[in-house]
């Protein structure tokens, strides 16, 4: 099925690709904009203000998959909780993100087989790889980061769910397919560190194909809000078995394969080969894919429905880039900033429009600005921008403590962040046109949420939301798309 989609995807574009030309069918990370994928990038959950964050992975496709799911809050990405996940053939996997007295857990009744095994009261997130006594310096995947060791963090951040390959053991699909009864024949079976082979010793997991799909929901019942988004998909993500035992942090952007990546741009495909550049090729070949120099949506105000709007801004790659501060090492470009107690800040540019184009021609900045950081910059892994703030340092919608804030003059209109960044590859022969491309910008995504409080109507409680995915601009440099 995924394979017809791709194909479908580069006959459209070949119509109009010019002096670029086609540059094969050869694999390459890259955006699938039919929603479907080998990798789902969730920007954001939060458990904070009474939200819940339901979710769920679809796997569409006629084939058994093993799946790795992994929660990371939003400040630097430190992982909370992964587990392996297994869906049979056209399953669905569906759980919820709800708060606990200190901290956030998973819920689910969902009945496919997973390892660990969720237990019936909930898997509560844990602080092991940010909660050191002492700060760990550089980039690593757990020790003290400055940032606080507390349960809150793992209140709020983001989470990937991401396909380690096909199940082809006749036992294995047997054992995690549902029966009449509605649930798998034998979770057992892959509830161990090594999954059961066939007598044959056939392999039981194979590279992935594709085709998991899926949704969340910020959900919020005292407010009256619910704002529901999908994730963003990859597809073409790796062309080899990926699959690692339950316990093992692996797999995740550095899992990439090849070390590739294709956008889809102006008509144009760009392919740029990542192999040599500096950092993690793999994940400058999934970054590629997600760089943006203009984030761009609305924001409503309006004093008559007591509106207030959020964006979120969520750098699913950054902590590959970005080293906690106390060493020789430096951030990797695209990033400019080491992380310290107040992140790992990064200049941007911001401006703002009301609904009749007028701006404001002085130099807009965030406020507070965090301290000995520029006036302008985001901060965090997963930052949420609000628009005059009720409250400091707490998002006035979804109730953010990783926020900063727009003041703006207009009670609606739009706004645009702007990102300067760069970074490059090297010449390579598969890069389409051939030579060296320039990245500017950031590897971002996201989504703006605005609520409408109208209070009880009648005794009915008539508040209302409503979100809407980020627009973007992309620009590279020594590419000829437009």
């Known amino acids: 099925m995924n394979v017809f989609k791709r194909k479908s995807i580069y006959l459209a574009v070949a119509a109009g690709l010019g002096a670029v030309g ?4 050869a694999s390459a990370v890259n955006v699938n904009s039919n929603g479907t994928g080998e990798v789902l990038i969730y920007p954001y959950y939060s458990v904070r203000g009474g939200t819940d964050t339901y979710l769920s ?69 844990v602080n092991y790889a940010y909660a050191g006594s002492t700060v760990t310096p550089g980039i690593v995947d757990s020790g003290g980061d400055g940032a606080g060791s507390t349960l809150d963090r793992t209140r709020e951040g983001y989470f990937e769910i991401i396909e380690m390959g096909v199940i082809t053991s006749a036992a294995v699909v047997t054992a995690v397919t549902h029966t009449s009864a509605g649930v798998p024949a034998n979770c057992a079976v892959v509830q161990t560190t090594a999954m059961t082979m066939d007598a044959a010793g056939t392999n039981p997991v194979v590279a992935p194909t594709g085709g998991l799909a899926g949704t969340a929901s910020l959900l919020n019942g005292a407010a009256g809000t619910d704002f529901g988004y999908d994730p963003v998909a990859l597809a073409d993500f790796s062309t080899a078995n990926i699959w690692f035992a339950a316990g093992d942090i692996r797999p995740d952007m550095r899992s990439a394969l090849p070390t590739t990546s294709r956008v889809f741009k102006g008509g144009s495909v760009i392919t740029t080969d990542w192999t040599g550049s500096t950092g993690n090729a793999a994940v400058n070949a999934v970054s590629a894919v997600l760089m943006h120099d203009n984030v761009i949506n609305e924001y409503v105000l309006d004093t008559t429905t007591l509106s207030n709007t959020d964006w979120v ?9 970005v080293p906690v501060v106390g060493n020789a090492e430096v951030a990797i470009a695209p990033f400019t900033q080491e992380f310290a107690a107040t992140g790992a800040c990064e200049t941007v540019t911001l401006n703002y429009w009301d609904r009749e184009e007028q701006t404001v021609t002085t130099t807009v900045d965030f406020s507070p600005p965090p301290p000995g950081a520029p006036a302008s910059s985001l901060c965090w892994e997963s930052t949420v921008v609000t628009f005059n703030a009720v409250t400091t340092g707490v998002s006035n919608v979804l109730g953010s403590t990783n926020s900063v804030n727009i003041p703006v003059n207009f009670e609606n209109g739009w ?5 300067a960044q760069t970074y490059a ?42 979100n809407f995915n980020h627009k973007f601009t992309t620009l590279i440099n020594g590419s000829s798309a437009e």
């Open 57 to 125: 992975v679809v796997n569409t496709t006629n084939s058994a998959k093993a799946v790795k799911v992994r929660f990371t809050e939003g400040r630097n990405s430190r992982e909370v909780l992964d587990f392996n996940l297994y869906l049979s053939a056209r399953d669905v996997w569906a759980g919820a993100v709800v708060a606990t007295t200190d901290g956030a857990k998973l819920i689910t009744s969902d009945k496919s087989c997973t390892y660990p095994v969720i237990p019936a009261t909930g898997q509560d997130f």
């Open 415 to 419: 706004a645009r962040i702007a990102f």
């Open 313 to 321: 801004v969520t750098m699913p790659t950054k902590r590959y880039y």
């Open 425 to 466: 590859s090297l010449a390579a022969a598969g890069n389409s046109p051939a030579g060296a491309h320039t990245y500017v910008g950031l590897p971002v995504t996201g989504f703006m949420v605005q609520d409408f409080v109208n209070g009880n109507v009648g005794g009915v409680l008539s508040n209302y939301g409503g």
């Open 22 to 25: 086609m540059v094969g069918t």
